[in-house]
């Protein structure tokens, strides 16, 4: 599969982006995926193998290549039971690392939640993530994370439209002295962003009540198309049984 887009580049130029992958399935539980990502000048590969264990757990091994060196890793995905999974990976490159994870679905919708806990030499982040998902097509997501760095909290919405072949996401990234609001558009692959710096940090300390008031912006509009669309298709049913009602 290959996919070609236009992004940003480090030097805050467009550059074009070239991605091609490719999967096989060696056995009936190993598969293989390669990929490798062209930016510009600079490219950067990964290739990965999967192997079912048992209908319990899955191991993942991966290594990959880019201009900041070669990284290799290796991943267990338990489920410890119907609806709760667990993650171990341990990850060795110029930083080395270790992430362990949980991860809870609900049987009977979208909702779910996560929490992790990554290390590496010197540093550590705790975090987690809830997801509030009422439709198929319509979920909102909150995630925050304490580091040595600081506290981050992101906030992201999410709507897909004509079957899932386009995405919208309307995210917010609160930390102590900035907030950026984020949104972006995926097209069949292609992916187009919109960065809004709403606080930086030469403007000081945010207080509560600025934060409050910023996730109220941010809150309000997709909230708005989603009752607009849920009250528009309110009407056409509402007017679809009054007209077969009237019928002869």
């Given at each position: 599969v290959?996919?070609?887009?236009?992004?940003?580049?480090?030097?805050?130029?467009?550059?074009?982006?070239?991605?091609?992958?490719?999967?096989?399935?060696l056995?009936?539980?190993?598969?293989?995926?390669?990929?490798?990502?062209?930016?510009?000048?600079?490219?950067?590969?990964?290739?990965?193998?999967?192997?079912?264990?048992?209908?319990?757990?899955?191991?993942?091994?991966?290594?990959?290549?880019?201009?900041?060196?070669?990284?290799?890793?290796?991943?267990?995905?338990?489920?410890?039971?119907?609806?709760?999974?667990?993650?171990l990976?341990?990850?060795?490159?110029?930083?080395?690392?270790?992430?362990?994870?949980?991860?809870?679905?609900?049987?009977?919708?979208?909702?779910?939640?996560?929490?992790?806990?990554?290390?590496?030499?010197?540093?550590?982040?705790?975090?987690?993530?809830?997801?509030?998902?009422p439709?198929?097509?319509?979920?909102?997501?909150?995630?925050?994370?304490?580091?040595?760095?600081?506290?981050?909290?992101?906030?992201?919405?999410?709507?897909?439209?004509?079957?899932?072949?386009?995405?919208?996401?309307?995210?917010?990234?609160?930390?102590?002295?900035s907030?950026?609001?984020?949104?972006?558009?995926?097209?069949?692959?292609?992916?187009?962003?919109?960065?809004?710096?709403?606080?930086?940090?030469?403007?000081?300390?945010?207080?509560?009540?600025?934060?409050?008031?910023?996730?109220?912006?941010?809150?309000?509009?997709?909230?708005?198309?989603?009752?607009?669309?849920?009250?528009?298709?309110a009407?056409?049913?509402?007017?679809?049984?009054?007209?077969?009602?009237?019928?002869?």
């Amino acid at each position: 599969v290959g996919c070609a887009s236009h992004v940003q580049g480090a030097n805050g130029v467009g550059v074009a982006k070239l991605t091609l992958g490719a999967t096989a399935q060696l056995d009936g539980r190993t598969a293989a995926r390669a990929s490798v990502n062209v930016t510009g000048a600079a490219a950067d590969g990964d290739f990965s193998i999967t192997r079912s264990l048992n209908e319990h757990c899955t191991v993942q091994q991966r290594f990959g290549m880019s201009p900041d060196g070669r990284s290799t890793s290796i991943a267990i995905v338990p489920w410890l039971t119907q609806s709760v999974r667990g993650n171990l990976s341990v990850s060795y490159a110029e930083m080395p690392g270790m992430s362990l994870g949980l991860f809870r679905r609900s049987t009977t919708s979208g909702h779910s939640v996560r929490a992790h806990i990554n290390l590496q030499p010197g540093s550590a982040e705790v975090g987690g993530q809830l997801k509030y998902k009422p439709s198929p097509d319509f979920s909102m997501k909150l995630a925050p994370a304490l580091s040595p760095r600081g506290w981050i909290c992101q906030l992201m919405c999410s709507k897909a439209l004509d079957e899932g072949l386009t995405k919208l996401h309307w995210d917010l990234r609160v930390r102590a002295r900035s907030l950026q609001l984020r949104l972006t558009l995926v097209r069949s692959g292609l992916r187009f962003t919109l960065p809004i710096e709403l606080w930086t940090e030469a403007c000081g300390p945010m207080t509560l009540a600025d934060a409050v008031f910023m996730s109220a912006l941010w809150a309000a509009p997709p909230l708005a198309v989603r009752w607009l669309w849920c009250f528009g298709q309110a009407v056409c049913h509402s007017v679809q049984k009054v007209r077969a009602g009237s019928g002869p």
